[in-house]
């Protein structure tokens, strides 16, 4: 429309506004039904199998196993020593989580010790609700935090040259809360952790709970003997450990690793 000026108005039509409006509300209704299903598909659940009040956990040390050399080594020198009892199971999904049926994040506790051995991936957007969901089912009083974690090699940032024979190593990485004595030399900058590793961290620093993260650098992917021996004295204030585990046991934790990482299985 044109005024007789000249001028070009423009000309709206409350009907189309209106159309318009409600295709809005529909496509906004849509995009909020979808996102509540992926966030329910995705939520992380604690299922007790042995404790029936369920977040009220007493233990003076938990331990956090993440990544197959962690996970073999708590596989082959601690749960092998027998006495350990399963008391829950963590259960999540995501794309690159594993759907074979077996529990792939499970907890078992010995006296005062609370053991997570997590062979799982955990999305990034899972991570603060697989910490809040896990740790919130541990009194905070008293409790110690450590953390096993894997890394490769090739993210080791250093300005000396490491040879082959340097590998595996540790690093650590600890809250201000933790006074006690660590087993390796502190991870230097400009190196960092991340993952389930750092999230844990970063909960118990502000929870004000001590904890310590103990990162392995290897430059193998799955675990054998050398990589999971690494392990055994950062933990052996705290664990009973089994010093020579048998080769079979050895020899299934790397022949099921093997099985689960083979590209065509």
């Given amino acids: 429309m044109a005024t007789f000026f000249g001028e070009v108005l423009s000309v709206y039509s409350r009907a189309v ?33 042995s404790h029936t009040d369920s977040g009220s956990l ?10 197959p050399n962690a996970t073999g080594f708590v596989s082959a020198y601690v749960l092998s020593s027998g006495g350990w009892q399963p008391v829950a199971r963590v259960s999540l999904w995501n794309e690159r989580s594993r759907t ?14 609370l053991i997570c051995q ?26 110690s935090v450590t953390v096993l974690s894997d890394c490769s090699v090739a993210e080791y940032k250093t300005s000396d040259y490491l040879s082959g024979s340097s590998t595996p190593f540790l690093r650590c990485l600890k809250t201000s809360t933790h006074t006690s004595a660590v087993a390796c030399p502190l991870l230097e900058p400009p190196n960092i952790s991340c993952g389930l590793a750092a999230a844990v961290l970063t909960h118990c620093e502000v929870k004000r709970i001590p904890a310590v993260l103990y990162q392995l650098y290897s430059d193998v992917l799955h675990p ?15 664990l009973k450990l089994d010093q020579s585990p048998g080769a079979e ?17």
Avoid: H
């Fill in 224 to 238: 054998d003997s050398l990589n999971m021996q690494a392990y055994r004295e950062t933990v052996s204030a705290v």
């Fill in 17 to 49: 506004e209106e159309d318009e409006y409600d295709d809005m509300t529909r496509e906004n209704e849509e995009d909020e039904q979808i996102r509540r299903e992926i966030e329910e598909k995705r939520r992380v659940d604690v299922f007790w199998l």
């Fill in 58 to 67: 007493s233990c003076s040390d938990l331990i956090i196993a993440a990544g």
């Fill in 100 to 113: 074979d049926g077996e529990p792939s994040c499970v907890l078992y506790q010995q006296k005062q010790v």
């Fill in 118 to 143: 997590c062979s799982c991936y955990v999305a990034e957007d899972q991570l603060f609700q697989w910490t809040e969901k896990v740790l919130g089912c541990v009194q905070a009083r008293g409790l």
């Fill in 249 to 265: 046991v050895l020899q299934k934790i790397t022949r099921v690793c093997a099985v689960q990482s083979n590209l065509y299985t």
